[in-house]
């Protein structure tokens, strides 16, 4: 991942990265996503991040510096890493999928290289 790319700047590329792509799923759902103790809570629905929100997240899902390091450099599928117990998200399954969806969609990690 490229450096920097945090906070305002990870959200602003992740809505441009996922901008009119459209998958109907029906999965949505506010999902507090990044390192440790300082994620942003960013809004998902059927494949695309909205933009981030200061609401009430309905699923946490926290790294390790190193796991979000993983992720942005395309080593670590948060789904198979959330499968083999290796990230251990909090809250709503359903928006965790809608943010997984996303979140590891090759395209989508690309576009934040």
């Known amino acids: 991942m490229a450096d920097g790319v945090d906070g305002p700047d990870l959200v ?3 809505v441009s990265a996922t901008a ?4 109907p ?3 949505t759902g506010l999902v507090a ?9 960013l809004v998902f629905e059927d494949g695309q991040v909205l933009g981030a929100t200061d609401a009430e997240p ?7 510096k190193k796991q979000f390091e993983a992720w942005g450099s395309g080593e670590l599928s948060l789904s198979v890493a959330y499968m083999q117990g290796d990230v251990k998200p909090e809250g709503s399954t359903g ?8 979140l590891d969609d090759p395209e989508v990690r690309a576009a934040l290289a």
Do not use: D, M, N, Q
Request: aromatic share 2%; proline share 3%.
């Open 12 to 14: 602003a590329r992740l």
């Open 20 to 23: 009119g792509r459209r998958h």
């Open 25 to 27: 799923s029906g999965l």
């Open 33 to 41: 996503f990044g390192i440790g103790s300082k994620p942003v809570t």
């Open 58 to 64: 309905h699923a946490v899902l926290a790294l390790t």
């Open 95 to 102: 928006a965790l999928l809608a943010a997984l969806e996303v």
